[in-house]
């Protein structure tokens, strides 16, 4: 009877994983997409912070939705045996990912049925409400150790980079879950520790002086630059907040100087009624002005001779009646002195009847 070869110790990838139970918003069956809140910082499913300072450019480049963290199926995590190469798949892909009100918020989007039936299934999941948590994996960039009042730990977990979110069930076997959650526990402890590297790895943690120094500052010049850029931020806006007055002081003193020159236009035409203008005509050679501007409308205007009186008038006694009725007859016309004036004759009848009084 042969014996049983001797299983290689499973390896951390160091990709931590975690769930944060029910944490479905809306299904939509039309475009096959389910929106979720993927990460809080309440404990999660492990007993541990995850802080929501989520680091996501690699993600945002290739943001998968994977089924059961099935990454990693070949390495016996969740199920302990082999699997198929279409079990690799994604089911989907996210959109719009983002942090929104402290929380990891994104849009789940599932491939169709002819392309993945995994992922037909895990959509119809939510549908019927079978399936109603996602869980992300990600490498935390920091961990952190803290004592609980009740003497327990707690690590909090920050600076994350985000690598996928899986869609999951609700575990079935609780034991199989509270030794996967002991191990990688394990992991974290010594990584909060300086025991080991963020990666899983074995790794000094430890600086010589030299290093620490220098780990110093570079850290106080990334503090700097952080600050200068802060205050430059500062500025920027303080520069749009005042650049955003004067536009509205400019058009309010533009609207002033409109108002003034369209005054003077009205005034300086009124002047010519009577005298180059009829009261009719007035409007129209107001908005002419403001059209074309005054000085054109007055040179034009200057070269009409003056308007001839429009009121009867008396010459010798008689009346100077208006050609059938449609023009005025020029007084000195009528009495017979083509370059008598209209204003010449009302006086020299004034001072006629003056004398026969």
Same mark, same amino acid.
């Given at each position: 009877?042969?014996?049983?070869?001797? =299983?290689?110790?499973? !390896?951390?990838?160091?990709?931590? &994983?975690?769930?944060?139970?029910?944490?479905?918003?809306?299904?939509?069956?039309?475009?096959?997409?389910?929106?979720?809140?993927?990460?809080?910082? %309440?404990?999660?499913?492990?007993?541990?912070?995850?802080? !929501?300072?989520?680091?996501?450019?690699?993600?945002?480049?290739?943001?998968?939705?994977?089924?059961?963290?099935?990454?990693?199926?070949?390495?016996?995590?969740?199920?302990?045996?082999?699997?198929?190469?279409?079990?690799?798949?994604?089911?989907?892909?996210?959109?719009? %990912?983002?942090?929104?009100?402290? =929380?990891? $918020?994104?849009?789940?989007?599932?491939?169709?049925?002819?392309?993945?039936? *995994?992922?037909?299934?895990?959509?119809?999941?939510?549908?019927?409400?079978?399936?109603?948590? $996602?869980?992300?994996?990600?490498?935390?960039?920091?961990?952190?150790?803290?004592?609980?009042?009740?003497?327990?730990?707690?690590?909090?977990?920050?600076?994350?980079? @985000? @690598?996928?979110?899986?869609?999951?069930?609700?575990?079935?076997?609780?034991?199989?879950?509270?030794?996967?959650?002991?191990?990688? &526990?394990?992991?974290?402890?010594?990584?909060?520790?300086?025991?080991?590297?963020?990666?899983?790895?074995?790794?000094? +943690?430890? +600086?010589?002086?030299?290093?620490?120094?220098?780990?110093?500052?570079?850290?106080?010049?990334?503090?700097?630059?952080?600050?200068?850029?802060?205050?430059?931020?500062?500025?920027? &806006? %303080?520069?749009?907040?005042?650049?955003?007055?004067?536009? $509205?002081?400019?058009? /309010?003193?533009?609207?002033?100087?409109?108002?003034?020159?369209?005054? @003077?236009?009205? !005034?300086?035409?009124?002047?010519?009624?009577?005298?180059?203008?009829? %009261?009719?005509?007035?409007?129209?050679?107001?908005?002419?002005?403001?059209?074309?501007?005054?000085?054109?409308? @007055?040179?034009?205007?200057?070269?009409?001779?003056? *308007?001839? *009186?429009?009121?009867?008038?008396?010459?010798?006694?008689?009346?100077?009646?208006?050609?059938?009725?449609?023009?005025?007859?020029?007084? /000195?016309?009528?009495?017979?002195?083509?370059?008598?004036?209209?204003?010449?004759? $009302?006086?020299?009848?004034?001072?006629?009847?003056? &004398?026969?009084?």
């Amino acid at each position: 009877m042969g014996t049983e070869a001797a =299983q290689p110790e499973r !390896q951390w990838d160091g990709i931590v &994983r975690r769930s944060f139970g029910v944490t479905t918003r809306g299904v939509d069956v039309a475009t096959r997409s389910v929106e979720v809140v993927a990460s809080t910082t %309440t404990i999660d499913s492990h007993g541990d912070i995850v802080e !929501q300072d989520w680091i996501l450019d690699r993600y945002l480049k290739n943001p998968v939705v994977l089924w059961h963290h099935n990454n990693f199926e070949s390495s016996g995590w969740s199920f302990g045996g082999a699997c198929d190469p279409e079990d690799f798949l994604p089911i989907g892909h996210s959109k719009n %990912t983002r942090v929104e009100g402290g =929380q990891l $918020v994104a849009l789940l989007k599932f491939g169709s049925k002819e392309y993945n039936e *995994m992922s037909e299934r895990v959509f119809l999941g939510f549908v019927e409400e079978h399936i109603r948590a $996602v869980s992300v994996g990600f490498y935390p960039g920091k961990v952190t150790e803290e004592l609980t009042p009740g003497g327990g730990t707690i690590y909090r977990l920050s600076s994350n980079e @985000l @690598l996928e979110i899986s869609a999951v069930p609700i575990p079935s076997n609780p034991d199989a879950v509270a030794k996967a959650i002991a191990w990688e &526990r394990q992991h974290l402890g010594r990584i909060a520790a300086g025991k080991a590297a963020i990666s899983g790895k074995e790794a000094p +943690m430890a +600086m010589t002086p030299e290093e620490k120094a220098a780990f110093d500052a570079a850290l106080s010049e990334s503090k700097t630059i952080r600050e200068r850029v802060a205050t430059l931020e500062s500025e920027l &806006r %303080t520069e749009k907040t005042e650049g955003a007055k004067l536009i $509205v002081d400019l058009k /309010s003193a533009s609207d002033r100087a409109k108002a003034a020159e369209d005054a @003077l236009i009205e !005034q300086k035409l009124k002047e010519l009624v009577g005298v180059k203008i009829t %009261t009719a005509e007035l409007p129209e050679e107001i908005e002419t002005a403001k059209a074309l501007g005054i000085e054109r409308v @007055l040179k034009r205007l200057s070269l009409r001779p003056d *308007m001839k *009186m429009l009121a009867p008038a008396t010459a010798g006694g008689s009346t100077v009646k208006h050609d059938n009725g449609a023009h005025p007859i020029d007084a /000195s016309e009528a009495n017979g002195d083509a370059g008598y004036g209209s204003d010449e004759i $009302v006086k020299s009848a004034s001072e006629s009847a003056h &004398r026969a009084a």
